[in-house]
């Protein structure tokens, strides 16, 4: 059983929602550039994950983990328990939008992200905000 994981330092950023615009009279929907940028990151740190091995094939297992920064402005007590996990980020984003960021993993990882039949998505504080994949074939 092959197992990859990912490690992406820095915020976590979620799929960011289509944006539409009109050229010559056509409606057209894009990815917003942050959400285009972080994607190319995250596949370049997939690619370096892979290491030249094949792509997954099969049916695959995805966990999510999303380690977002705790806020400056929170008091000291607030930050600890953040830190200590007995406080969870319930705020937006959504904790799907982490897991659609997978997108950039196509022929990286696997050939496409239909072969995911189980997922998980974490979300916690910490100090050291990052994203972690881990895909592990079944």
Known sequence: M?????SLPGQPIPKGRPKFASINGRAIAYTPKKTRDYEARLTQEARKAMAGRPLLTGALELTVWAYIGVPKSWSKAKKERALQGSLRPVTRPDWDNYAKITDALNCVIWADDNQIVTGTVHKFYT????????????
């Open 127 to 138: 100090n050291n905000p990052r994203l972690q994949v881990m895909v592990q074939e079944i």
């Open 2 to 6: 092959t197992t990859v994981l990912i």
